[in-house]
């Protein structure tokens, strides 16, 4: 069922949990999402790039939303990184109810001023926003930042920019990269703790992929609601493809199938990490005893609610 990131990511806060957010280009990465999502009884996010949403145009929006439609778990569609006034209107206007209005890259004052207006017209079509202040290093779908571009989020100008561009999430830079890990990760916890007791909204984390269970644990407890997943999952499609070029006569269904399964397997990994396995129990869904069936999970102990779009 299509869902609201917003409901999605506030109830993951109340109950000490996050969202796992991946990013998909296609159909077989969409199927390998929402098939972990159903097995685990998780929410989950459909994430597009700007580089995929230029690729596939609103014909791979529909696909997602469709998707997330027909999902026996609460399934969120979300445009990643935009800085584009141009792509935020076509994501708004193929039906994209959460939007990333990506202002890093800019000085600060007009990153405020980027996201303030951005977000001004993605309320008025009905979708959340998220935005980040800092800069993360890394390269991801060709966007390249120098580790000596990087800039952390200053927990004071996280309050001003929350205030003035009345944004509902925020991704935070402590250390977090793009793509992979070279050396060992680093994330600043203190400077997180004090980003969370400044601000009101739910924190987002991008570059999860590679981030050890501990710090990922550790970032759970200090509030961050959302995880930002792509280089471990493109990978595995990536690896599929390569072993499969190998072969004299490939099958391609049987290739997708196997890139599908490779995908499903590093995602189901994610969403039991980030201790969303089983938050997805419908109390009042006509598909509960078709979830409960399919799950892999026991009912969680806690109640939880799943919120679908009005």
Known sequence: ?????????????????????????????VKAVIDAAEALQSPAMLQLHPSALKYGKSPLVALCM??????LVPISVHLDHSTSEKDIHLALDAGIKSIMADGSPLPYEQNL??????????????????????RISGTEDGLTIEEKAAKMTDPLEAVEFIKETQVDFLAVT??????????????????????????PVPLVLHGASGLPESMIN?????GVSKFNVNTEVREAYMDVLKTSSS????????????????????????????GSAGKAYLHQS???????AKSTSDKPAETNQVFVKS
């Open 1 to 29: 069922m299509l869902a609201s990131t917003s409901e999605l990511l506030n109830t993951a806060r109340r109950n000490a949990y996050a969202i796992g957010a991946f990013n998909v280009y296609n159909l077989e990465g």
């Open 66 to 71: 469709e998707a997330a439609r027909k999902s």
């Open 113 to 134: 001023i980027f996201t303030r207006e951005m977000t001004k017209l993605s309320h008025a079509n009905g979708a959340v926003v998220e935005a980040e202040i800092g």
């Open 174 to 199: 402590i250390g977090n990269v793009h793509g992979k890990y070279f050396s060992e990760p680093k994330l600043d916890f203190p400077r997180l703790a004090k980003i969370r007791a400044s601000v």
């Open 218 to 222: 550790q970032s759970i407890k200090l």
């Open 247 to 274: 072969l004299s006569d490939p099958d391609l269904l049987e290739v997708m199938e196997k890139a599908i399964d490779a995908m499903r397997s590093v995602i189901s990994d994610k969403l039991q990490l980030f």
């Open 286 to 292: 006509p598909y509960a005893d078709e979830l409960t």
